[in-house]
């Protein structure tokens, strides 16, 4: 579907850990299933007042991720909702066995959140930057996986995440994003929302790198090339529709993700296209590299996740598509 953007990327004051907060509150005081658990990152994660609010309803576990999410499974064995937040790299990679076992296989309704994706992990270094959290969560049978674009569709999303039976990953990030959406944006699970048509070349993005898809829109068409820019959320399910479209309509496929090349978004494409319509595609994001220490922007240049490497990508895969 088609959405009305902001006409500038502006960085707002709220954080995506304040929206995640504020929303879980709203959703506690009208379901007292909802639970909070954590790794002793509530501070980081902004989710004090949630304590303050709850207190009988928050579990800080200490540094022990899988136990968390052993208990998340106990919770939601016992009808409790458990949302379960820890950086992205240990919920995916620490605590895998737990969330697959305990979690998915045993049929449980936990939400597990992975903060700091990617380069947004920025100071904290390679050690906690989630590269592969994606496609490790994409491989377990069942488990939707999405990542918030915005605080706006964060917000939305909450209580459909809750209302969803089953174990949900989410991948957020904590801090300042992008604005992207205005209100009134319906977002659907599955859906992919389209932000701006074109007809030369597609770019299918997620997360941090939705932001710099439209900058890179922006920059191709002073160079007479239209972008078609589509915000695929959702990455299991995706949305094989909205791919199908928008490569029989451009004829030439861009992804760009805040994540290793393999096994997320520009897999999950590839492999749609691969099936059911073989189209030219450049796959944006990070080249089989560990992350390291770095202030945000530098580390998007470091990695070829910013405006200019999708632009390169994307007149190198028309060049090859003549």
Known sequence: MSVNIYDKIKIKDNEMRFAFCESLIDLASRDERIMLLDCDLMSAMGTIPFKERFPERVIDCGIQEANMFGIAAGLSASGKIPFAHTFGVFASRRALDQIFMSCAYAGQNVKIVGSDPGICAALNGGTHMAFDDLGIMRNIPEMTVIEPTDTLMLRELMPVIAKKHGCVYMRLVRRKCESIYRKGTVFTLGKANVLRDGIDVGIIAMGYCVGQSLIAADLLKGKGISARVVDMFTLKPADREETIRTAKK??????????????????????????????????????????????????????????DAIVKAALRALERNK
């Open 250 to 307: 451009t004829g030439v496929i861009i992804t760009a993700e805040n994540h290793q090349i393999n096994n997320a978004l520009g897999s999950t494409v590839a492999e749609i296209l691969a099936e059911e319509c073989p189209t030219p595609m450049v796959r944006v994001g990070v080249h089989d590299m560990f992350g390291e220490v770095g202030e945000r922007d530098y580390l998007a240049e470091r990695f070829e996740l910013n405006a």
